[in-house]
Nanobody, 119 residues
Framework: EVQLQASGGGLVQAGGSLRLSCVAS??????YGWFRQAPGKEREGVACVSNYDGSTYYADSVKGRFTISSDKAKNTVYLQMSSLKPEDTAVYFC??????????????WGKGTQVTVSS
């Protein structure tokens, strides 16, 4: 059974930083992503990373502010968020896919962690 456990969310002031972590168990693939869903909005992709070649991909809204990384030995994926804005407020989800990260769909999803950015 694949399990993805996200943590690290919290309340932060605008301009601040947070680091989210996602620990995976039972997953043997290489591709992970972070997604978020704000109240009243659809879920959107934030960033993808592949342990296969180290490639990353970001949504335009977070480029230059967020960094996705992974530690394959620890089965952990991180999302370093800096220069946070109130519009970054959302529940953040970690996801994994057997073929490749896509903002359209992923095979496995973890429970979210709440990030709230105050103005």
């Amino acid at each position: 059974e694949v399990q993805l456990q996200a943590s690290g969310g919290g309340l932060v002031q605008a301009g601040g930083s947070l680091r989210l972590s996602c620990v995976a168990s039972g997953f043997t693939g290489d591709d992970y992503g972070w997604f978020r869903q704000a109240p009243g909005k659809e879920r959107e992709g934030v960033a993808c990373v592949s342990n296969y070649d180290g490639s990353t991909y970001y949504a335009d809204s977070v480029k230059g502010r967020f960094t996705i990384s992974s530690d394959k030995a620890k089965n952990t994926v991180y999302l370093q968020m800096s220069s946070l804005k109130p519009e970054d407020t959302a529940v953040y989800f970690c996801a994994a896919d057997r073929i490749g990260c896509s903002f359209g769909s992923m095979d496995y999803w973890g429970k979210g962690t709440q990030v709230t950015v105050s103005s």
